[in-house]
C-alpha cells in the first residue's frame, strides 16, 4: 500500500473546540469534516475549505450585528 501525501494542508490550528452545532471554533471545521479529513482526497478538502471560508465569514457577520442606524440597531 502506498501512502499519497496531500498537498493541501490541515486547517487545524490545535485549538479544538467545538461549539453548539459541532464546529471547532480553531479550524471551523465540522465535526464530520475533521473525521473525514484524513481520508479525503484534494477534492473534497478543497470542498471542506470553501465550507471553512463561509463559516468563517458568516460568523464575522453575526458578531458585527446589524448595521449602525437602523431599527434593527435601536438607535434610529
Do not use: F, H
Not at 471547532?24 to 470542498?47: F, H, P, V, Y
Not at 465550507?51 to 453575526?62: D, P, V
Request: glycine letters at 8%.
Amino acid at each position: 500500500m502506498s501512502v499519497i501525501n496531500s498537498a493541501i494542508n490541515s486547517p487545524c490550528i490545535r485549538n479544538c473546540c467545538l461549539d453548539e452545532q459541532d464546529i471547532c471554533l480553531g479550524c471551523g471545521r465540522s465535526l464530520d469534516e475533521i473525521l473525514q479529513w484524513g481520508g479525503a482526497n484534494d477534492r473534497l478538502k478543497r470542498r471542506i475549505l470553501e465550507q471553512i471560508s463561509a463559516r468563517k465569514q458568516e460568523r464575522q457577520n453575526n458578531a458585527e450585528g446589524p448595521p449602525k442606524d437602523t431599527p434593527e440597531s435601536g438607535s434610529y
